[in-house]
């Protein structure tokens, strides 16, 4: 297989670099894009890679972006903006830090959002930080995070009350 660094770089811009075959150094850039922070980068079964990320604004929560990339490799990924996924202004006081595929064992596949919650933090504050996970829904032509209090994770989108 082949891993990826994704990064920003001295907040300028969001850079990519293929990484060497023991994962220990970068071999080359391959990506540079707008300036961006919390990346998490993902690849859909079919083949099509996203990216998920925050802007910049220090501790102050910001709308999520999403990204999708047109080209078929990270090479040249063309990405197309998809908006905010979250429809919130705030993306629900989270910052991207990692997405993830669940198989729950009687139901399809799904991609799991993981975010920082730097707001919320417990009795320590930030290094007892809280954390957003929901479940990524995607439609024929979009994607979306919505909100939920709880969920099930053998079948996230069922409604509240019948888990």
């Known amino acids: 297989g082949q891993a990826f660094l994704i990064r920003s770089c001295n907040n300028e811009y ?16 391959i990506s540079r894009s707008s300036r961006f922070e919390g990346m998490a980068i993902f690849r859909h079964r079919n083949g099509t890679y996203y990216l998920i990320t925050s802007h910049l604004s220090g501790w102050e929560p910001n709308p999520l972006t999403l990204f999708r990339a047109e080209g078929a490799t990270l090479d040249d ?34 991609f799991l959002y993981m975010g920082d919650n730097w707001l919320h933090a417990g009795m320590q504050g930030l290094q007892d930080a809280a954390y957003v996970w929901l479940p ?3 439609g024929q032509n979009s994607v979306f ?18 888990w």
């Open 14 to 29: 969001t850079a990519i670099s293929r990484l060497s075959a023991d994962y220990l150094n970068s071999v080359a850039m």
């Open 77 to 110: 990924p063309r990405w197309r903006n998809m908006g905010n996924p979250t429809r919130n202004n705030v993306s629900f006081n989270s910052q991207p830090t990692f997405v993830v595929e669940v198989v729950p064992s009687h139901a399809s596949p799904y």
């Open 136 to 138: 990524i829904r995607f």
């Open 145 to 162: 995070l919505d909100y939920r209090t709880a969920w099930d994770v053998e079948d996230p989108f069922a409604p509240r009350g019948t």
